[in-house]
């Protein structure tokens, strides 16, 4: 049974930096994607950042200089570093873990979220 659990979540000040986490168990491994999409109160999720089993990431151009995604697949493990926090990155923010391809060999999955609130 596949399971994405983050954590790392909280508030922070303007400014600040945090760094959430995100650990899969089950079937995941390197042929994976693995993401970190956001969701604020009223908006429609969005992507922050994916990155592939070999490293190579994408970011949504809005959040590209401050906010770095890494992995470490020995571990399984999704990191989401963010910097310079505003308070328009409050949201739930979410790890997903996609496997592209044919209809057979597609996968989805998504956790729970962990929610960062950037206030003073």
């Known amino acids: 049974q596949v399971q994405l659990v983050e954590s790392g979540g909280g508030l922070v000040q303007p400014g600040g930096s945090l760094r959430v986490s995100c650990a899969a168990s089950g079937s995941i491994d390197n042929t994976y994607i693995m993401g970190w999409y956001r969701q604020a109160p009223g908006k429609q999720r969005e992507l922050v950042a994916t990155?592939?089993?070999?490293?190579?990431?994408n970011y949504a151009s809005s959040l590209k200089g401050r906010f770095t995604i890494s992995r470490d697949n020995a571990n399984n493990t999704v990191y989401l570093q963010m910097n310079s926090l505003k308070s328009e990155d409050t949201a739930d923010y979410l790890c997903?873990?996609?496997?592209?391809?044919?209809?057979?060999?597609?996968?989805?999955?998504w956790g729970q979220g962990t929610q960062v609130t950037v206030s003073s």
């Open positions: 997903n873990a996609e496997r592209v391809g044919p209809a057979w060999y597609k996968r989805m999955y």
């Open positions: 990155i592939t089993g070999g490293g190579s990431t």
